[in-house]
């Protein structure tokens, strides 16, 4: 049965133009007959074996009006951009899911809930623009319904393909602690006002988190709210706020470990990116082999799905602090402990370098583009500035560096 759907998907005629003589209604029924009953790996082998056959397929599934009019775009999509999708039986579910949920729309179009199966369908497909179609029509019919508006603006977010999220503790994580160690350390995160960002491609549905700590569990459920896929941690600088471990003195004699990096180095397997500098002092810290990091160096790039973060290393507050600028419709700086709102990051800890924290901040980032927007590690004044801001009147605007070390030697 399974090679019999399988050749008449291979049918030569396909190939040579006879539509008519086949009929797209039929050709959608074997499609679908194909998907239900053929393997995963034989399914994909034969579908994408000659990609040509792909594209004359589109044609008459588009002109089609059957219910089944839905499934082959996203179909396609899948096996021939998104073949990832082909393991763990992701993409048979998310097929199945579009037949059943077209099958609800044919049996009662003003039903929302089928839509709105239709678009997640879809959307699990990487196919957004029948996404968002289909989210709309059932916003039409639901116009009230906050999930579906979610789900039409991370369709929007998608198609445009940048992602980005701001959290701040005790606001988007560090809530609703479990026990009395989760209450001190939620507690101490809303005192220190941290931001960790969640970055990446919206279409391909990966992102790395910065600066994960404090609530490592809060952090996971934002991006799966989101159907965002984990696939990397960025450190700033090692500071236990920023990358969780053992607190500094007095705190490190209560014996609390602060989650951060290394759950997510160890239980999601995902690599941790460091610049060279701050890579000791995060393994002593957080107990993270060198092996689970990937270290950076100014200038280095990484790349999440089609958004490259380039890190521009400003020592300073640590030897290794870093920022991480995205360029594109708008530039980001996310900036971590070296820039703040008119303000940097401490510089009289035991490794800072007041020398460094100028060249990093008068030299590098002031060179930046005006219209930069700035990220910060800590809600000190705001969630965010720009380049330009701060050379009108933050530590961006142009100091000799003499009375810089004069204003700030410690």
């Not at 763990?88 to 097929?95: C, D, T, Y």
């Not at 994960?212 to 569990?217: F, R």
């Not at 930069?372 to 720009?386: C, L, Q, S």
Request: hydrophobic share 40%; net charge neutral; proline share 5%.
């Amino acid at each position: 049965m399974h090679e019999h759907w399988c050749k008449t998907l291979l049918d030569p005629s396909f190939a040579s133009g006879k539509f008519t003589q086949v009929g797209s209604s039929w050709i959608n029924f074997c499609v679908v007959q194909a998907m239900m009953l053929c393997t995963k790996a034989t399914l994909y082998q034969h579908l994408t074996s000659t990609s040509v056959r792909l594209q004359l397929l589109i044609h008459p599934w588009k002109m089609n009006l059957q219910p089944y009019t839905a499934i082959a775009p996203s179909l396609i999509l899948s096996l021939v951009s998104h073949r990832r999708m082909d393991t763990g039986g992701l993409l048979l579910a998310s097929v199945q899911a579009l037949f059943h949920a077209t099958q609800a729309i044919s049996f009662k179009s003003n039903w929302s809930k089928g839509h709105f199966r239709l678009g997640e369908a879809q959307f699990a497909l990487h196919d957004y623009p029948s996404a968002e179609k289909a989210y709309a029509k059932a916003l039409e019919v639901s116009p009230e319904d906050a999930t579906i508006k979610k789900r039409l603006t991370l369709t929007h977010e998608a198609i445009s393909g940048f992602y980005f999220r701001q959290l701040l503790a005790g606001r988007d994580f560090c809530i609703n602690p479990t026990n009395v160690i989760e209450r001190q350390i939620f507690s101490s995160a809303q005192q220190m006002q941290n931001f960790v960002y969640l970055v990446g491609d919206a279409k391909t549905r990966e992102a790395v988190v910065v600066d994960a700590a404090w609530d490592v569990k809060g952090i996971r459920a934002v991006l799966a709210a989101d159907n965002m896929n984990l696939v990397g941690a960025v450190v700033s600088h090692y500071h236990f706020d920023h990358t969780g471990g053992t607190p500094p003195p007095p705190f490190d004699q209560l014996g609390i470990k602060v989650p951060g990096i290394r759950e997510l180095a160890m239980e999601d397997k995902v690599p941790v990116y460091i610049n060279k500098h701050d890579a000791q002092m995060v393994k002593k810290q957080n107990g993270v082999s060198l092996e689970c990091m990937t270290l950076l160096e100014d200038s280095s790039v990484i790349s999440i799905g089609s958004v490259k973060l380039h890190f521009i290393h400003t020592p300073g507050h640590t030897p290794g602090s870093q920022c991480i600028h995205i360029q594109g419709t708008e530039d980001i700086l996310m900036s971590g402990d070296t820039l703040f709102i008119g303000s940097c990051g401490r510089l009289d800890l035991p490794d800072c370098d007041v020398q460094a924290m100028y060249t990093s901040l008068q030299k590098k980032l002031a060179s930046l583009p005006s219209n930069t927007r700035v990220y910060p590690g800590h809600d000190y004044g705001g969630p965010f500035t720009t380049i330009a801001q701060e050379r009108k009147q933050g530590l961006l605007k142009p100091m000799a560096e003499k009375e810089w070390l004069h204003r700030y030697r410690v």
